[in-house]
């Protein structure tokens, strides 16, 4: 399967840019949650803003990706480039045949946010949760007809969360509702993450090496089914402005520590399935496990892992059965809160908080190495469970430190 | 009714968090968590939580 896909690279401090932008790792549990979060509170209008947050992303990057081409490309190669680009990224299949430069709609046989979070909440959604969808056809469409990105409005008309057998969206050229204007992506951390933790039997280097080589392309349904979870390589200023957007909203509303709050236990969510998942992989079991002599070696294997999923270098620096320390060098949330927002009063670092400490009490409290079913129940049960780690967000690269450091004890 | 009763444990406090946003109530992750509610507040409550456990 040979597909048409902008420029990629990997750049220092463990990012990898696609088409100039930087992408992570997330899976379909930690998306659903997220965007549940988001539309908690319907006055916040974040529909607009999650539309508004993929279209910006996926524009910059086809802007970027079409100066790569001899002449910007030509009208199918725009067309390649944008069906080939959401499938590779675990997005689904998209068929924009049926738009112009005028409009028209577009079809979606296949969707991450679609059918796989329908596989989370095993129920048809009340309302359509194929946003990011929305967005990314809306720049898409613009990009292939050579009109300005914020051209479009999306409608989404069908989705298969809510149990339609594809997703229908239309594209009307009324200009969009919302627009955000993209960024520059810097790496902003000038220190340097030195070796992995020198105490352990886990090789990083190897294991990295071993990553490189699966194939994290979306497949024929434009999927990425790994670790028990489906997962997309997701653009890291999506979330960012999403997240970001949430914040300031609810800073106006009196419960931004509880907001803050809810992104953490999102990112307990993503830890719980997707290390999870991977603690308790085929993979994990080949090339990881092996390496491992004790629990501690179980969190330098998972840590080791995480620095291939774009979200920075993280070093332990501090490692007991109660207490650990990370330090994330150009960590993905507090690159973004600098390019998008400036610096920071607080720390911003909510997703590697969680990350963190679930890390801990999948190893320390929840006997991942017993290979668990990871469903909701087992979730609960571990939830509820006395001596859990809870994250303190103890430096911040978003406030002017040189790396972002967690700190999760018990 | 208390809003430990409705919302218990860890998960219950989560829960809880969501239902505090989704109704804009702040007010409700600092009241006292064994203090009787009202009939009508507690219909509200039930009614949020229903719908935020959906999907």
């Known amino acids: 399967m040979t597909r048409a896909l902008a420029p990629a690279a990997p750049r220092d401090h463990g990012r990898f840019l696609y088409g100039g932008e930087p992408l992570v790792f997330h899976c379909n549990f930690y998306n659903y949650w997220l965007q549940k979060t988001l539309l908690l509170d319907p006055e916040l209008q974040m529909e607009e803003v999650i539309q508004a947050a993929a279209s910006e992303a996926a524009g910059q990057m086809f802007r970027r990706a079409a100066a790569a081409l001899p002449g910007g490309g030509t009208t199918s190669d725009r067309l390649a480039l944008a069906v080939d680009s959401f499938a590779e990224l675990g997005f689904g299949t998209v068929d924009l045949s049926g738009v112009s430069a005028e409009g028209g709609t577009v079809t979606l046989p296949v969707s991450h946010y679609g059918q796989c979070f329908r596989q989370v909440v095993d129920s048809d959604f009340a309302t359509p949760q194929s946003l990011f969808d929305a967005g990314f056809v809306s720049a898409a469409a613009a990009f292939v007809h050579g009109v300005p990105r914020h051209t479009f409005q999306a409608t989404i008309e069908a989705c298969a969360s809510m149990g339609a057998p594809s997703g229908r969206i239309r594209l009307d050229a009324t200009g969009a509702a919302l627009t955000f204007d993209g960024y520059a992506h810097e790496a902003h951390s000038a220190g340097d993450p030195g070796a992995p933790f020198a105490d352990t039997s886990v090789d990083e280097a190897a294991i990295l090496g071993a990553l490189g080589t699966l194939d994290f392309s979306g497949n024929e349904e434009g999927l990425i089914p790994r670790f028990g979870v489906m997962l997309t390589r997701h653009f890291a200023s999506f979330y960012n402005r999403v997240s970001f957007e949430f914040l300031r909203r609810m800073d106006k509303t009196g419960l931004l520590d509880a907001a803050e709050m809810l992104l953490v236990d999102t990112g307990y969510r993503c830890a719980f399935h997707t290390f999870g998942g991977i603690m308790t992989s085929a993979e994990w079991d080949a090339v990881i496990r092996p390496q491992c002599k004790t629990r501690a070696d179980w969190v330098h294997g998972m840590v080791a892992t995480v620095n291939a999923l774009g979200w920075g270098v993280w070093r332990v620096s501090e490692l007991s059965e109660d207490r650990v320390v990370v330090r994330i060098y150009d960590d993905y949330e507090s690159c973004g809160q600098l390019d998008m927002y400036g610096r920071s009063e607080r720390p911003v670092s909510h997703l590697a908080a969680a990350a963190v400490a679930g890390t801990m009490n999948l190893i320390y409290a929840a006997d991942i190495h017993e290979k668990p079913t990871l469903d909701l129940d087992f979730y609960a049960r571990a939830f509820e469970q006395d001596g859990l780690f809870e994250p303190e967000q103890t430096r911040s690269m978003a406030m002017g430190h040189e790396y972002t450091e967690i700190v999760a004890s018990r | ?55």
Request: hydrophobic residues 45%.
């Open chain 2, 1 to 55: 009714m208390t809003l430990q009763e409705l919302f218990p444990g860890k998960m219950g406090k989560v829960e809880l968090t969501r239902i505090a946003i989704r109704l804009r109530m702040p007010q409700l992750l600092k009241s006292p968590t064994d203090a009787p509610l009202d009939e009508a507040l507690v219909a509200t409550l039930q009614t949020a939580l229903d719908t935020v456990r959906k999907g």
